[in-house]
C-alpha cells in the first residue's frame, strides 16, 4: 500500500494520495492510511475492492453509449424532482462565486429504486428510476444496477476502516438509521471537450465539497480533477490528483466532517477540463433520510465542543441539492 501521485504538465502542483488496499489482511495499516489521508486532505485510492476490471470498462462503455445519443433522446429521460435521470451540459451551477454559467459536463442520476406506491418511495432520495428505453440500450438498466449495488458494498466496506480511524466500533455506520438504509447516488459524468478558463468562470465542474458521507469516483485515463487543501488560503493552491487504472478515488464528504467535528476534512475540488474528453463515475453515499448527523462522542471533549447543531440528513441533502442545480421549470419553459 505505497503512496501515489503524478504530475501534469500545466498544473499549479501535485498531489500525492495514500493508498488503501482492501484485500489486505493488516487491518490496522489500512486504517493507519486512511486516518493520515482523513487528516490531511479526504482523499485517498481504494483498490483491490473486488469490482472487476472488466466489469468497469463494460461500466464506462454502456455509460458512453448514452451520452452519445441525440440530445433530443437523452431530454425524453430528464432528471425529475427526484433527481433520477439526465442532467444537460450548464444544469448544475457549483460555485456561484466564480463561476459565470454552470458546469460543462452532463450527466445521469441512478438512486436506490423505491416503487412508487411503497411508502418509502415518498421520501426524497428514495423512488423509481428513470431508464433510457431499452430497444436502444440494450443492457443498459442491467449493468448500472449491478454497478449500484457493487459499489454500495465497496463503500461499506471503506465506512468500516473510517469508523475504526475515528475510535468507532467497526459497524458503527452499519446500523440501519445510517448505511443500513443508505441514500446511495450513482452519477454518470461526461465532460465534453471544452478548455476551462478560470479566469473567465468557466468549469468543467466548480469548486465544491461533496454532500454526503463518502464519494467512490472512477475515471478514465484523462486528467482534470483537482484539490485545494486549503479553501481558506489566498490565493488558493490547486493540486492535480492523478487518474489511477482500476482504482476508486475516494473523498470524505460534509456530513462525515460534522459527524467528525472537522477532524476529517471534506475538502474542495473541481474539474478543469483540458479539451480532452473526458468521462467518470461518482457514486455518492449518505446514510439514511431520518439519520441525525451530530458530533461523534470520539470528537467532542470539554475542550473541543461539538462545532455545529445536530441536523437531519433529509434536511441537509435536500438544500444542497437545491442550492446547485437549475428549477426544473427552466426547461418546461424551453419546451413550450
Known amino acids: 500500500m505505497e503512496n501515489y501521485g503524478q504530475s501534469k504538465n500545466g498544473a499549479e502542483a501535485q498531489t500525492v494520495l495514500n493508498c488503501i488496499d482492501l484485500s489486505s489482511p493488516d487491518i490496522q495499516e489500512s486504517v493507519s492510511l486512511l486516518k493520515q489521508a482523513c487528516l490531511d486532505c479526504g482523499f485517498f485510492y481504494v483498490v483491490n475492492h473486488g469490482i472487476s476490471q472488466e466489469f468497469m470498462e463494460e461500466v464506462f462503455s454502456q455509460s458512453k453509449r448514452f451520452f452519445k445519443l441525440p440530445l433530443n433522446e437523452k431530454m425524453k429521460v ?20 466564480t463561476q459565470v454559467r454552470g458546469d460543462y459536463k452532463e450527466g445521469y442520476y441512478i438512486g436506490v429504486a423505491v416503487p412508487e406506491g411503497d411508502p418509502e418511495s415518498e421520501k426524497p432520495f428514495y423512488g423509481p428510476n428513470v431508464w433510457p428505453a431499452s430497444d436502444c440500450l440494450r443492457g443498459w438498466r442491467e449493468t448500472m444496477e449491478r454497478f449500484h449495488r457493487e459499489a454500495l458494498e465497496v463503500a461499506k466496506a471503506v465506512a468500516r476502516i473510517i469508523a475504526l480511524a475515528l ?6 455506520f452499519d446500523k440501519p438509521e445510517m448505511l443500513g438504509q443508505a ?13 476551462s478558463d478560470p479566469s473567465k468562470g468557466m468549469y468543467g465542474a466548480g469548486a465544491h465539497s461533496d454532500y454526503g458521507l463518502i464519494t467512490l469516483l472512477a475515471t478514465d ?11 481558506d488560503a489566498k490565493p488558493q493552491l ?3 490528483v492523478a487518474p489511477m487504472k482500476g482504482a476508486f478515488i475516494v473523498n470524505l464528504g460534509d456530513m462525515l466532517e460534522r459527524w467528525s467535528n472537522c477532524i476529517f476534512k471534506s475538502t474542495l475540488h473541481r474539474v478543469l477540463g483540458t479539451g480532452r474528453e473526458r468521462y467518470s463515475i461518482a457514486f455518492f453515499v449518505e446514510p439514511s433520510h431520518d439519520c441525525l448527523v451530530e458530533c461523534l462522542p470520539t470528537c467532542k471533549s470539554d475542550k473541543n465542543p461539538p462545532k455545529f447543531p445536530p441536523i437531519k440528513c433529509e434536511t441537509y441533502l435536500s438544500q444542497r441539492y437545491k442550492d446547485t442545480h ?3 421549470n427552466m426547461y418546461n419553459k424551453q419546451q413550450t
Open 78 to 97: 430528464l432528471r425529475n424532482e427526484k433527481h433520477r435521470g439526465y442532467t444537460p451540459v450548464l444544469d448544475e451551477l457549483l460555485d456561484p462565486d
Open 167 to 172: 475510535d468507532l466500533d467497526a459497524d458503527f
Open 183 to 195: 441514500i446511495a447516488t450513482l452519477r454518470l459524468l461526461h465532460y465534453e471537450g471544452q478548455i
Open 221 to 231: 485515463e484523462v486528467a482534470g480533477l483537482q484539490i485545494c487543501k486549503d479553501r
Open 238 to 240: 490547486w493540486e492535480d
Open 326 to 328: 437549475a428549477d426544473l
